[in-house]
């Protein structure tokens, strides 16, 4: 029986909830399916629906959004008690905002819709067209090239790839059958061009209903016929009131440094963000952090009191950079930092090549990445982080390079 039901899931385009009802037994609700001719639209599930005992009801539900640069944009919300997740699977799977615990992840962009791909020209700005949509709590940069704008190889590699502004082909809401009742929320990124790619990623969120953190869990593929590169940047960014003046980024850093000659002037103060200001340009520091014997670190904001916080754990040997991004310019402009895990850091494809930080996949190959946030509502919870860091930091000194890379 339950292998009927999900064969009937996977292939009607009716709304999957209504044929789910009268069941506990939901997994997979298909809400876009592009090889099936399967678009849902607005569309909601509940526990109550489910069957679910749970202690917090929680829902899952999708809308097209209609109007302006966003018509035809959709956004999934997770709610789970005063815990809300939005992601949009037209805009790559990308999280849009996080709220929850007291907290408040993600920014105040210019940028206030969910702009519709279908309005961005990511060549236009001499490559920066991806700044016209940019207002995501996290956005995957890559994964065919990312980094900064330039044109090499015949071709103009815009700023940070194509991925954020990729609409996904498929998209699955999966719902565990029994407690902790994990809540998925799969997404089917394509990045195929006649005689350049074949790069297909599945882009995962999971969050379970009730904690405190959330996790994505990414698989990139080379279904081409050929060897294909890959890059990853996953650009997360907070804006206040987390961040704020005396606000500080902590990590286990084996070696910092200026990504230009501009953040030089800002590199002794490193750790630390000024409140809004002015005619401040971004700066941006290279880190190479150290990592456990598991081979995970830790990166984390706090607010200036030091009760307040997220963080973001990842793995080194796949993503063995983090590139932290400050942009304290006026609150208008865009208030905002980016704690930025990555294969390679922000530099145009061309100087990561250079810097053999340009990954490949051979043909079939995959690479998985995985990133664990985490809401810190209280004191405890951000010490804890602090002492996890401190612990790593032993391995070594922190190693402060006031020379860019580039200039080595």
Known sequence: MKKTMRCILLSCALPVWGLMASTAAAKDFVLTDTEKGIKLGDWSITSAQLKAQVKTPFSVSNKVLHGGKQEGSEVITISSGDFVIKLSPSRGMGILSVTGKGLRLGWDSPVDEVVNPAFVNLESRGGSGWLDGFNEMMVRCGFEWTGHAVVADGMTY?????????????????????????????????????????????????????????????????????????????????????????????APIKEISPFNDYAVQGIDDWQTYLGPTRDFDEMVFNVIPFADENKQT????????????????????????????????????????????????AYPVTIAREQGRVRTLEPGQSANFDLEYRLLPDRAAVDGSLKRIAAIQEQGPLQVNKTPMTRK
């Not at 809540?183 to 061009?193: A, D, F, Q, R, Y």
């Not at 990842?314 to 905002?336: A, C, E, M, R």
């Open 158 to 250: 815009t700023l940070h790839g194509r991925a954020g502004n990729t609409p996904a082909s498929k998209v699955i809401v999966g719902i565990e059958e029994r407690a902790p009742y994990a809540i998925s929320v799969k997404g089917l990124i394509k990045e195929n061009t006649f005689k350049k790619s074949k790069l297909e990623t599945w882009a995962e969120l999971r969050y379970v209903p009730g904690s405190a953190t959330f996790t994505v869990h990414d698989a990139v593929t080379n279904k081409g016929d050929y060897r294909q590169d890959f890059q990853i940047i996953y650009h997360s960014n907070f804006g206040a009131p987390l961040l704020e003046e005396g606000a500080k980024f902590h």
């Open 298 to 345: 830790l990166a984390l904001l706090t607010n200036k009191a030091g009760d307040r916080g997220v963080s973001i754990g990842f793995d080194i040997t796949q993503l063995p950079v983090l590139s932290l991004w400050k942009n304290t310019d006026t609150l208008k402009q865009g208030y905002v930092t980016g704690l930025e895990p990555g294969t390679s850091f």
